[in-house]
């Protein structure tokens, strides 16, 4: 294939880092893993690979396919989405500020907050659902935006595309966690981010059983530069065995996105009718307080919906625990349902309301997932 951007969405998935226009016999028409760590060097001083840290021809398929899909220039592939945003903010300078949502995934917090205060990283966060709150917690060393959009767990959404516009007026970046959406839902630099954060542990890789991350820019200039010198400097790359898998993945994708997004839209209108739930947050519901910006930035909402029981904290983990089908496990975006009692996962100091239940909507049948739900809720409340 000489020109993956030719295609369609599904097909760049299935074809796009497959080089197919050899016609020799006898060829793997799955590109197999290359795990030799060292490559033969030649009279070109520019051949590379060289050495596996640096590159390696699974990672950079993988990284060709990804800045495909998210419609950017480039991508650095990482062994985890926490690597991929260490290596982000270790881009920014000593004394630089970094504006964060209210909302957001825990670890990325506590990346900024607490693990880069000794590179003296300032860091304050805001309601970035509202674009006047954004611009006035702007600093004169603000260097970056850092948006994650539906947020972790609340799913608040951010208009990515106002955003944007702010930054470009001052001269800011922008950086979005895609993780929830995955480019099948969402494409952020189309909207005018910088850069997109995934966490390939979770939609990507599809089937928890692999751990990854990745930045893809709009431009492979700038701040780029860097990170991808972080990432073959400090060598928080993935194995040339989980590219390959991460590949595999990546061809079923789309089809895995629409059963999320098809099985969680089932789930949120079952949750927003019973009678021992008090909130579902969900911004495919038309009252979630921001489904027009959802609707008009997502292509579907997603697989992931938070929920608060009408009962205590003990009560609420007494639901968490008393699934049968839906499994009690941290993470998300597998082929099967998980749920989690939030609040225990993210510890001392969360805010997240002990009564939320966060649910990962899986591919099971959805009348399976949503009886295991009222069975669970049954359990405790009949
Ligand atoms: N961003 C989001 C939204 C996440 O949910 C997670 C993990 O749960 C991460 C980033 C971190 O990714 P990883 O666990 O691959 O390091």
């Not at 001083?45 to 899909?69: D, F, G, K, W």
């Not at 993945?249 to 739930?277: D, Q």
């Amino acid at each position: 294939m000489s020109d993956a951007t030719q295609f369609n969405f599904e097909t760049i998935a299935i074809h796009g880092e497959v080089r197919q226009d050899t016609k020799k016999g006898g060829e793997p028409v799955v590109y197999p893993r290359v795990d030799s760590t060292i490559f033969r060097m030649s009279e070109d001083q520019e051949a590379t690979p060289v050495y596996t840290r640096h590159a390696n021809p699974n990672r950079s398929q993988l990284e060709s396919i990804l800045a495909t899909l998210e419609q950017g220039e480039t991508c650095a592939a990482f062994s985890s989405g926490m690597a991929a945003s260490t290596a982000i903010l270790q881009a920014l300078n000593p004394g630089d500020h970094l504006l964060i949502p209210n909302d957001l995934y825990h670890g990325v917090r506590k990346l900024a907050v607490e693990i880069m205060a000794s590179w003296n990283l300032e860091v304050s966060s805001v309601d970035m659902t509202k674009i006047e709150e954004v611009e006035k917690a702007l600093r004169p060393n603000t260097k970056m935006v850092w948006a994650e959009t539906p947020s972790n767990p609340m799913l608040e959404i951010t208009d990515i595309k106002k955003v944007a516009d702010l930054c470009k007026k001052h001269n800011l970046l922008l950086t979005v966690d895609n993780t929830w959406p995955s480019p099948v839902n969402m494409q952020p630099l189309k909207w005018g981010a910088d850069l997109v954060m995934h966490s390939t542990s979770k939609y990507i890789g599809g089937h928890s059983d692999l751990l990854g991350g990745a930045v893809i820019a709009k431009s492979g200039q700038g701040i780029f530069e860097k990170i991808r010198d972080i990432q073959q400097s400090t060598g928080a790359v993935p194995s040339p065995g989980d590219c390959w898998l991460m590949l595999r993945s990546i061809r079923t994708l789309p089809w895995r996105m629409r059963g999320h997004n098809e099985n969680a839209g089932k789930v949120a209108e079952f949750l927003t009718g019973h009678p021992r739930i008090s909130e579902v947050y969900y911004p495919g519901l038309p009252d979630h307080p921001d489904h027009t910006t959802a609707k008009k930035q997502m292509a579907g909402f997603g697989g992931m919906i938070s929920f608060l029981v009408t009962g205590s904290r003990e009560e609420t983990n007494r639901v968490f625990l008393a699934s049968g089908l839906i499994c009690p496990a941290t993470s998300l975006g597998g082929v099967e349902s998980l749920w989690e009692h939030r609040i225990r996962s993210e510890g001392p100091g969360s805010k997240t309301p002990d009564n939320l239940i966060r649910l990962s909507v899986g591919l099971e049948h959805s009348g399976d997932i949503i009886s295991d739900i009222d069975q669970a809720l049954y359990t405790v409340f009949q």
